[in-house]
């Protein structure tokens, strides 16, 4: 692995945020009750990574407690980031998970500098933060009061229904800071679910989590991506998705077409060619050569079949080439932040700060009303 040619004390750039130094490596565990999975347990140096202004993502600054993900999914296009640790974009990512065992106490850290002008922070997207290894490490609870505490809003992306775990911690935080909540659900056919996302819950289960959150007092947007071509951009699979999605509560749906960058699309078309090798060809038409997205006319095809059926079922959102969540405010309690309520305290005491300075975000566009990823 990357960490292990390191020199003591000399920063490795390359390495993955928390990574940069040999001393990070605590120790490389396994337990019978995750056979096939490694946790490697690091001292991470940052908690809070900022993503470049380069990037396409419509946010400024993550949180991942994990690297590598316990679900699987044979799509996920983190993938390719185990192969700065020099381990691969296939099982490797799916059994080798690192895990930042002190990610709360440098969060507090970081938290408490005064440069900290209490950004939207994003969780799980790139790998999940509820996977199964959080079951053994119990991150979250932790830096979700962190978060909290700081009076920074926050976003929650996830599959993972261990989230009902938190859902009493995060109603009760959200009476403080802006929190959205969302859950990622992909297959509704419990026979391609298990094959494409082995370790990821049920399609029904993760529908219980959302019931569970809405229950809780949330505004839950559901994630219906990726939509796959050939498997699950069919009328009557989107139907069902969007009214299963519907009953369980959910308000908002953010959908999109099947991205494969590098990493993930050479896994991908490996599983395909196994499940479904009739298919292979046709993929390879829509995404030839180093081309990670789905051609604009099939994502056009696609936006007129979902589109008719998000307003048959009265669900809000759309593509997610159409969202532009720095313009958009909070959704998290009913009557929380950004639902016409009073400001709180700490957002009262922002703009007043914001009114004496411009800030910008890493885009360069003013943060006066910070948006949140969904």
């Not at 079951?135 to 979250?140: A, D, I, K, S």
């Not at 914001?354 to 910008?360: Q, R």
Request: with cysteine; hydrophobic share 40%; charged share 20%.
């Amino acid at each position: 692995m990357r960490w292990q040619g390191q020199q003591l004390g000399v920063a490795d750039a390359a390495a993955l945020p928390g990574l940069e130094y040999l001393n990070g490596l605590v120790r490389s565990v396994t337990t019978p009750e995750f056979a096939g999975i490694t946790f490697h347990e690091v001292m991470a140096k940052s908690a809070l990574n900022r993503v470049p202004g380069s990037s396409a993502m419509p946010f400024d600054w993550t949180i991942n407690p994990y690297r590598g993900c316990s679900h699987a999914c044979s799509y996920c296009f983190a993938r390719g980031t185990h192969e700065y640790l020099e381990l691969d974009a296939g099982k490797d990512f799916d059994s080798q998970i690192v895990v930042k065992i002190n990610a709360v106490d440098v969060l507090r850290r970081e938290l408490a500098k005064p440069t900290w002008l209490r950004d939207p922070v994003q969780l799980g997207t790139n790998t999940d933060p509820y996977q199964r290894a959080e079951g053994r490490y119990r991150l979250m609870p932790g830096i979700v009061d962190a978060l909290t505490a700081s009076g920074t809003p926050f976003s929650i992306l996830t599959k993972g229904t261990l989230l009902r775990r938190d859902l009493p911690l995060l109603a009760e935080a959200a009476a403080s800071v802006p929190i959205t909540l969302a859950m990622s659900i992909a297959v509704f056919d419990d026979g391609l679910q298990a094959a494409l996302e082995p370790g990821t819950p049920s399609a029904a289960a993760r529908l219980d989590t959302v019931r569970a959150a809405v229950d809780a007092g949330f505004s839950v947007t559901v994630f219906l991506m990726p939509i796959l071509p050939h498997l699950t951009d069919s009328i009557a699979a989107i139907d069902e998705a969007l009214r299963r999605i519907r009953d369980a509560g959910a308000t908002r749906v953010v959908y999109g077409a099947l991205h494969l960058r590098p990493g993930a699309k050479e896994w991908f078309l490996q599983w395909l060619a196994r499940e479904h090798p009739e298919l292979v060809s046709s993929y390879r038409g829509l995404y030839p050569g180093v081309s990670a997205t789905a051609p604009k006319a099939y994502r056009t095809w696609l936006a007129r079949r979902v589109r008719p059926l998000l307003r048959a079922y009265r669900l809000e959102g759309g593509a997610e080439d159409d969202a532009h969540p720095r313009a958009a405010r909070y959704t998290g309690l009913a009557g929380s932040p950004g639902t016409g309520s009073a400001p709180l305290p700490h957002e009262a005491a922002d703009r007043a700060r914001l009114a004496a300075s411009v800030m910008t975000t890493s885009r360069g566009r003013r943060a006066a009303a910070p948006p949140t990823l969904f």
